[in-house]
């Protein structure tokens, strides 16, 4: 484990991303919303020697294995809009489908790690578009198959997500937007409202926590690009007292600690071999970036070990998570084992939020790690 303090890190953050509640709104809209539990582990928080430890169980959207639905809906939503040059009337996806029939046909063209590019696919077939995605060599076949039972094309690319991102990129034309997570130079209202679709989860804990009259002293989320870690930054570091942010990465593609610590964007060469594929990302996102550097506290690096133990940990408390959806609480049992939990604040008193963001999106590995199918853990 790399644990690093960020010396950067300022009081309150200026932050380009929205955390405002109409996005909740429109999610409550699309069909199948539900908010995802706050779950309380008591027996893993008396373990590690904290007081509280809560799950933000984001292992389902929409009927899909992650987060990510909330950050592709909105993003999609927001660039049809624009190309429609005007927001329809509609109620249901049937009739937003409807609204939006006369710009047909029409692609959505992403690159993913899986869980983005499976989201992409899911609007795409429920809208009546099309969709290509790209994704890197190494991808497991169970994440391939996914994205195409949503209709989807799926090409494998000979080179890491950045590189799948650079070709999804030239793919953009009169009748294909292209869905990107992170950003380049000119391109920068999509990711942003990734982003700002990912703070539904905010919204919804916000609540939550007012419901259980407590503030959290610290919040762990993992990141890739850092569109993610960035929601969870501007809604957390945009308010007075807030929680210390720890971020987390995989310790080899580790390009958010690599940036802030020489404050500058770094390119990591790869192949990145890290089971939490998700994370597996060379360069942050632009648009995420000072918003993460002037907003993570803390910066850990971890292996698939301690996420394998996350997984562990979920499953003897009846929740499936997956490798990337693991590695929030993968650092915090790291940080804990290391005894250097009082080194980031924490102690007997303290509240953490862990954000629980996937399922188990690659079945074998999942049964290898914990020893059971996830069926088995849920006790179905
Ligand atoms: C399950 C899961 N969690 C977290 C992340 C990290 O999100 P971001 O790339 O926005 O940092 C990803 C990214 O693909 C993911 O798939």
Redesign the pocket.
Known sequence: MILKRNERVLEQVDSPFESDPRILEFHKRLDGYATTDLVDLPRVASEIGIGRLLVKH?AERYGLP???ML?ASWAIYRAVCDLAGQEPVWDTFDELAAAWAPLLPLRLAAA?????GRAVASMARRMGFSASIWVPIGTADARIASIESEGATVTVVDGTYDDAVAISALEADDHTLVIS??SWEGYEDVPTW??DG?STIMTEIGVQLAELGVEPDAVFV?????????AVVTYFKTRPDSPTIVGVEPSDANCVMAAVEVNEIVTLPGPFVSHM???N?GTV?PL?FPVLRDGLDWMVGIDDEDAYEAMRTYAANGLVS?E??S?GLGALLAIARAGKLADVGLGPDSTVIVIN??SA?DPENYLRVVGKTPEEVIGL
């Open positions: 984001e992650a987060f990510k950050g993913t790690d899986g869980n983005h997570d992170t990734v982003a990912y993992q990141l890739g690009v850092g569109a993610l870690g960035a594929v998700g994370l990302c996102s995420a997956g990337t959806g590695s963001t996937e999106t």
